[in-house]
């Protein structure tokens, strides 16, 4: 899936957001796994779709991947869009 170097890079995005908000790293990844859980249990065919393009190496993504995959799609709307 992701290379053990943007999985770092992902995970230091974590640690200055929380770091910016006075929070710990625990709690930034915890924020980021409601928003996966809420995403992955939307019923709603937009975010169906948008959400099962989303690949992830284990059972559930992890906050490291949200934050790649999130890029990615920035990324491919600046491109495409």
């Not at 992955?40 to 992830?56: L, V």
């Amino acid at each position: 899936m992701y290379t053990t170097q943007k999985i770092r890079k992902a995970a230091a995005v974590i640690d200055q957001v929380a770091e910016m908000h006075g929070v710990s790293r625990q709690q930034v990844c915890e924020a980021l796994q409601s928003v996966i859980e809420s995403g992955r249990n939307n019923a709603a065919s937009s975010e169906k779709s948008i959400w099962n393009r989303f690949h992830f190496a284990g059972a559930a993504p992890t906050a490291e991947e949200l934050i790649l995959w999130a890029a990615s799609l920035v990324r491919e709307k600046r491109i495409g869009g």
